[in-house]
């Protein structure tokens, strides 16, 4: 009798739940994964210091989204038992908890409902109508893959320095935060000790630009693996990274080899190019560094926040607005310029509606930041410049920070915590759920505006 109530009392629960729109499921799953890793951090045992509410749920979503800004220093305030909740967190939050819940779901039943599949779309930010089950197994499998080689090729540095079992935990805490972009790392000054460490250098590096070039691009290059045969997306992808990492190097050796504080104060140049590389990729939304970000100057803090908000890929662990959004507005642009009616790319065109939500991510996430950045300013007393880099980084899910984050009001904490969920759902995401799905069946004449 107790068992029907209850299941009479659950039914309408889970009718609800069974209704909700891919966007909203993924929104309640990372506020729901939030809220767990919230009284998980709060448990006994998971910190060597008392943790404050506040600090448990402002290292949750920072978790859960994989942001890495944090409050209190990982490596010394939390236990053994706190650095693995915050792994669980971490990789639940990168890969996607939409993947997993349809991993359940497609064991238990053997397959893939079109209600299923729109999810792990949402999850993957994947506009495609091809076999979305495909990707996601590629990303299971690439994941597991790219985690045990960076955990064994780490191991090799840190090992032989802390020994075997603090090594290998410290290879395989720095490898999943790296892959799955999330910038946490055990030591307060982050990877600033191995500046010019080639092995350390360029396996995190090659972890999060991995993991932050999506699950996509990955699988069209196994598949296919000739440049020719790529999509447009993989393409544009490859070439975009290539070309902005370049870039980003270049501008912050130029910038930053006059600072006494960062480039200046390194021994040789081997070491100021392996500090350029990793400055000007992490912003990508790593969130580790080996310079002093808090250091920099504000021309180079300015030109980083750009890189933040242009973000990694999508379908990936990274965030941002997506570097193949910033690629087609500024084809889109070019196009307008040239006098073109669309834009024409490794010979293939982009669709307007394509261009239309690339413009309306930017739009959403300008306006995301820059009520945040507003709020920010209200609320707290420190440098504007920092102000704005801190919202940036959380609305980015990067982790950047220039040293202010636990100097924050409580106020401020939570209004970097709002950011940091925006971030990872996604501006359009947040959009669509609010917005009339229904679409316009009139028609209206066309009216005359003047811009610009």
Known sequence: M??????????????????????????????????????????????????????????????????????????????????????????????????????????????????????????FNHAGQGDVRRVMLWAIGFTAIMELLGTALLALQWVPEMGWGRGLFYSFFHTLAAFNNAG?????????????????????????????????????????????????????????????????????????????????????????????WFQAVTPRSAGFNTLDTAALFPSTAFFIIGLMFIGGGSGSTAGGIKLSTFIVVLLATWAFLRGRECPIVFGRSIQLDIIRKSLAIIVISLFCVSTGIFLLAVTEKENFLDLTFEAV?????????????????????CIIVVLMLIGRVGPLTIAFTLANTHGESIQYPAGQMNIG
């Open 184 to 276: 946490f790392a055990l030591a307060a000054d982050s990877l600033m000790t191995y500046a010019g460490n080639p092995l350390v250098n360029i396996v995190i590096s090659l972890l999060f630009i991995s993991g932050g070039i999506g699950f996509v691009v990955i699988a069209d290059i196994i598949e296919k693996k000739h440049f020719r045969q790529f999509a447009l997306h993989t393409k544009l992808m490859l070439a975009g990274t290539l070309v902005i990492n370049l870039v980003a190097m270049t501008m912050i050796l130029i910038l930053e080899h006059g600072n006494p504080a960062t480039l200046g104060a390194l021994p040789d140049w081997s070491t100021k190019l392996w500090a350029s």
């Open 2 to 123: 107790r068992a029907s109530s209850l299941s009479q009392w659950l039914q309408p629960v889970k009718k609800r739940f069974l209704s909700l729109t891919p966007p909203h499921a993924l929104i309640l799953s990372y506020v729901g994964l939030s809220i767990l890793g919230t009284l998980l951090l709060k448990l006994p045992g998971t910190s060597h210091q008392p943790t404050s509410w506040l600090q448990a749920l402002f290292t949750a979503v920072s978790a859960s989204t994989v942001t890495g800004l944090v409050v209190v220093d990982t490596g010394t305030h939390f236990t053994l038992l706190g650095h693995w909740i915050l792994l669980f967190l971490m990789q639940f939050g990168g890969l996607g908890l939409m993947t997993f819940g349809i991993i359940v779901i497609h064991l238990a039943r053997g397959q893939l409902g079109v209600k299923h599949r729109a999810a792990l779309r949402e999850s």
């Open 393 to 413: 980084s959380a609305a980015a899910t990067v982790g950047l920070s220039r040293g202010i984050t636990a100097d924050l009001s409580a106020v401020g904490q």
